[in-house]
């Protein structure tokens, strides 16, 4: 029996109805070239019908009334190939070019609504999930942008007007063919809920599929490690299977739907050929302009069709429009402020005030009250899951606080809330070098100005010598993907160089030196120690503790004891004593 849950309804199954006209504003920013497309396309459509309609009056009466066809008939039929040709070519170039646009555009909203609600939105999701909403799901929605919104425009234009015309040479064609014309385009709308509920159920499965291969490929060494390849073999195969189930569950309802659009097509064939019998025999159209107007009649009924195979399938992409317009809306977890505080300039501390936080269970931060002077440097100490990094995210403003808040605090003058500061402002002075910083595909030197872009060669060269980066490799190395060529330390010491190159004012760093040995530990915090900055040191290593000019201890949410190392190791119950004896 598969143990992998498979893809059953979720609330991205039953994606919200309007998910699909949220997407037109898209359009908005391409207003010229979408005119363009729609142009191209009422062309591309017309031509068809005109050709169609022209050739059938040509053969009609070249039968009926035995004569060969005038050179202007010839003339107009060769036009029209041309211009059928000419613009089936145009629409499709345009509609795709517009697609590509907006896509381009769509990918850099959901990339800057991962932005704005990061790190929580990432750390909720697994990243698969959101490589597949980022890259997937904006991809399903080119068929959307190119092939359905020109297109229906044009349909419907093109069938009115034929209607029309069919009117004017007999009233009971276009009685049969509004009726058919009706019907196709309800068709999309008749089980638009199921369709778009099936839809659904191949985007999870298709974003679950993603979210456990990218998950394989990043911890492939230890699937190996401890042997579970092939367990995780079958899961991949399971999700392949479950993307198949939902992918054959879409495509038997389309076929059925392709059948169903056939038949009314049939039907209207039938209809259209009585019609036009009726009035030869009646006497009110001449048998030559018969065929014509069967042609026009049934010629306008093409693109309809082809636009109700649009729709069926653009409704089944409301779970992929779903899903992007979510990531494109995502709020903001750290509102910019109204009007923001600029810093004063020199050095800043950093206080906590009453700081409570929760991830939406138990708090996990309960009034905390810390407070760092400038220029000072402070270890933050407690057991593992007592709440550090959470204290570093508040500081670094990924998140505010549910009570409390956190300040900077100036040498002279009054302390500023980080929410009251600009984000740019904020990232210039406070910089957090986390437990993995990761390094991005490139060189050396292009991982240490990803801080800093306008950092010149020399800043770049004094950082590097600093944190020992000089003796890893020279800065035009590559260092792979997520720095896969480095060992564990070398990474901490290219991270800690990056921030650096910044020259914060306040310095974070959450366990950063934890990868490297004690001699290499000893000598960053020598070339990180410079007298006008503010330092937070998180760190388990008993040596890294010591340096800090104070210690503060974590405990149950709140800050439990402060003092020195000598204060604090000096007293055998303290907290410090009792969590050094046990991460010893
Ligand atoms: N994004 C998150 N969503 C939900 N809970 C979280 C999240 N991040 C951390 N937590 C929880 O919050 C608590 C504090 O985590 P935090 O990472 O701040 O601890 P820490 O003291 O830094 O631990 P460690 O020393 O092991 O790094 C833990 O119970 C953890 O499970």
Redesign the pocket.
Known sequence: MSTVAGPAATDADAPARGALRALLPALAAHRAMTARTCAAALLEQGSLVALLTLAAHTVGTAVIEARAPSAAAVTALVALVVLRALMTWREMDLSHDLAYRVLAALRVRVFDGLARSA??RV??RRSGDLAATAMADVEALEFFYAHTTAQLLAAGTVFTGGSVVLATVEPWLPAVVLPVAALLAAAPFADARARAARGGRTRTALARLSADTVETVDGVRELLAFGALAERRRTLAERGRQVGDAQRAEATREAVAAAVRDLLIVAAVLGVVAAAAHSVTSGRLHGAWAPAAMALALSVLGPVAESARALSQAVALRAAASRVDVAVKAPALAPPPAAPRSLPPGPLGVRLHRVSFD???AP?LDGVELTVPPGRTLALV??????????AHLLARFWDPAAGAVQLLPADGDPVDVREVSDAELRRAVTLVG?DAPLFHGTLAENLRLAAPEADDKALAEAARLCGVDRIAPMDTHVGERGATLSGGQRARIALARALLVRPRVLVL??STAHLDNTGDAQLATALAEESRTTIV?A?RPATIRRADRIAV?EDGRIVEEGTWEDLTGRPESALNRILTTTA
Not at 382 to 391: E, F, L, N, P, V
């Open positions: 790190p929580a750390a909720g991830y939406g269970g996990v407690g057991a593992s899951g007592a709440g550090k990094s959470t204290c437990q959450d366990e998180i388990h974590l």
